[in-house]
Structures are given as C-alpha cells and as structure tokens.
C-alpha cells in the first residue's frame, strides 16, 4: 500500500502580463502529475528551476489547493478535506526549505521554536520540553541549544533545528525542498547523513527535492524527472546514470560535474541547451521538443504519454 499517491496533479496560477497589461495569463505550474510514495521511502524529484518542484510540494502538504486532480494519503482522498478534518490530517507532512535564517523567528529562542507545533496541537509543557530535549539530541544538538537564538547558531545546526521541529508532531512523509543547498559546501555532506539517519530509523518518507541528480541519486530509492510541470521519468536511483533514458534525464545526467584530471576542481559538461520555456505558453505536443537534441516531426505535435518500460521505470518519450 502506498503512504501517498496522487493522481494527475493539476496546479494553475494566473498572473498579469505585465504591469502594463491587464491581460491573465495561466501558468501551467504542474500540470497532470501521478506518482506514489510507499512507507519509508525516499522519492526523489529534480528538475530545471521553475519547473513546479515546490509547487507540487506544497501540494501534497495541502499548504495550496490543487486546481484539478486526487492526492490520496493512506488510501483517503486529501484534496477536499477541510477545517479541523485537514488540520488533523497535516500533522502527517511536514515541509523543510532551503532558507535556515528565514524560515526560524530570530526573537525566539530554539525550546520556543521546536515545541510551538505541539503547543499548537494543545500539547502538555512538561511533555513538550521532555520532547524538545529529546529532539535535540536526536538531531544531534547539545540540550543547552533550547535556550539559545537563531543567530547563536550556525547554518548546519539552524538547519538540524528545522529537522527537530519537522520532527516534533511525528510525521509520516516530510518534504524536503532543497534542505541543504543554501549550506556550506563542507556541512552539507553531514546534514545529508543525519536526514539519511533519521530516515532509517524513523522510517519516514521523504520528497527529497533538488537541483542536484548525484545528491538526489545518493539518499532517494527512486527518482522523479519533472519539466515544465510535468513527470517526464521515474526511475530507480541505483544505476540511473546508465539507466535513465528520457533525452532530458540524459541532459542532467551529462550537466552533472565530473572530475578532471588536469585541473583542481570539477568540469561542468554542457548543461541544456536554450532557454526553458514559459510555463504560461508551453509548447503543444513533447514540451521537451524546442530543446531536445533527437525531436521529429511527431514531437511538435502528438504529447507523449509515461509508459512503462521495467517495474519501476516509466518514461514519456516518443522514441523510446
Ligand atoms: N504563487 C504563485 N503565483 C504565480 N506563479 C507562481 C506561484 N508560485 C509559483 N509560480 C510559478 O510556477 C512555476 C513553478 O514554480 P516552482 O517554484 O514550483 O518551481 P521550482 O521547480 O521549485 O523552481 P526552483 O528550482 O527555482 O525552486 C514558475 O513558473 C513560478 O513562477
Ligand atoms: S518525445 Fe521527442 S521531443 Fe520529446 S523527449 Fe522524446 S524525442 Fe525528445
Ligand atoms: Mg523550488
């Protein structure tokens, strides 16, 4: 049975075209999604900045509501609960984001800022500090951090805080929206770690998202392609750089930094070519077509649908 499942994930905005321009335009921000999640495991999901990773995020935590399509959580549909019903059921997500300084009240000292989802749920003090404490050092921070403020503290255990409060109402699936790119290139790996951890001990499901393919590939179980708010392939993480097959997965693949023996450092391969597209206009037929290094007549026309190609691969390409 899986944890979460959604079915053909529709999100639109409509903004002005320009300041000047009354004119609405729909932005196709994740435009029919469907994949599932399974009890503790790890989905990865990548894909070209503005592609509707986070959109499709805050989706299936219900923090926006879906212009179209189901998001079943333990078999319940979860798209059209509402009030109390949705405030019970949101204790099961929760969502980190990338920005440590941002997302923790600087007034506020840490015990504050990890029991305030449980005081919200009208949670006893002595149980939330025991909890806190716990937390603390399950993230691997010293329990003298509750009575310190944000800015004592560096990125790295900011960020360790924001695992504790995710933490704190026992979630089932967490979001994770880029949790270690705004980091220190040296803590990121530890951070990683601690997640990959937690993970395995608390077998929690994660949405792992990233810019990064060989981060994603290192801690998910599977890993999900998206362009111009679309799946384009879904697909192991181990072997996915022989394995992936989709043009566009092959592109990240090959974008990914490789070592050079002649100089210090990392060389980037070309990444993809041109501009992505606006999500306001996408292209009829592949959305990929404008972009794509093997596009043919059909794929300016006929959308390609996902297949299957092995148990848990599926891609939507014409030629494959
Ligand atoms: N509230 C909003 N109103 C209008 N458009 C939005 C809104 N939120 C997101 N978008 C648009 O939806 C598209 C997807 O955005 P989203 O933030 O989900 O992309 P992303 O893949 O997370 O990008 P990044 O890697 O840069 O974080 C973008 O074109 C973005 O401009
Ligand atoms: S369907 Fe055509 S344009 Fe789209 S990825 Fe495949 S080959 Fe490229
Ligand atoms: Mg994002």
Not at 153 to 181: M, T
Request: aromatic share 6%; proline share 7%; with cysteine.
């Amino acid at each position: 049975m899986s944890l979460l499942e959604v079915k053909d994930l529709v999100k639109h905005y409509t903004r002005r075209k320009s300041l000047t321009n009354n004119l609405k335009l729909i932005v196709h921000a994740v435009d029919g999604v469907s994949f599932s999640i399974a009890k503790g495991e790890v989905l990865g999901l990548v894909g070209e900045s503005g592609c509707g990773k986070s959109t499709l995020g805050r989706l299936i935590t219900r923090l926006e509501e879906t212009t179209g399509g189901e998001i079943y959580f333990r078999e319940e549909e979860i798209s059209s609960l509402r009030g109390s019903k949705l405030r019970l059921m949101r204790r099961n997500f929760q969502i980190m984001f990338q920005d440590t300084s941002s997302s923790l009240n600087p007034r506020w000292k840490i015990s504050p800022i990890i029991e305030e989802p449980m005081l919200n749920f009208g949670m006893a003090e002595s149980f939330r500090h025991n909890k806190c404490l716990e937390l603390l050092d399950l993230v691997g921070l010293d329990k003298s951090d509750a009575e310190k403020y944000p800015h004592e503290l560096s990125g790295g255990q900011r960020q360790r805080v924001n695992i504790a409060r995710a933490l704190a109402l026992e979630p089932a699936l967490l979001v994770c929206d880029e949790p270690v790119s705004s980091l220190d290139v040296s803590i990121r790996a530890q951070v990683l770690k601690l997640m990959q951890r937690l993970q395995q001990k608390l077998l929690l499901s994660y949405l792992f998202i990233s810019h990064d393919l060989a981060a994603v590939s290192n801690i998910a179980d599977r890993v999900a392609v998206m362009y111009l708010g679309q799946i384009v392939e879904i697909l192991p993480a181990a072997g996915l750089e022989k394995a992936g097959t989709h043009p566009y997965t092959r592109v990240l693949i090959e974008s990914v930094p490789v070592p050079d023996p002649h100089r210090a450092g990392a060389l980037l391969r070309p990444a993809v070519r041109g501009e992505p597209p606006d999500p306001s206009n996408p292209p009829p037929g592949c959305r990929f077509h404008p972009r794509c290094p093997r596009a043919e007549e059909r794929c300016r026309i006929e959308k390609p649908g996902l297949r299957k190609f092995e148990s848990q691969h599926y891609a939507a390409c014409h030629l494959l």
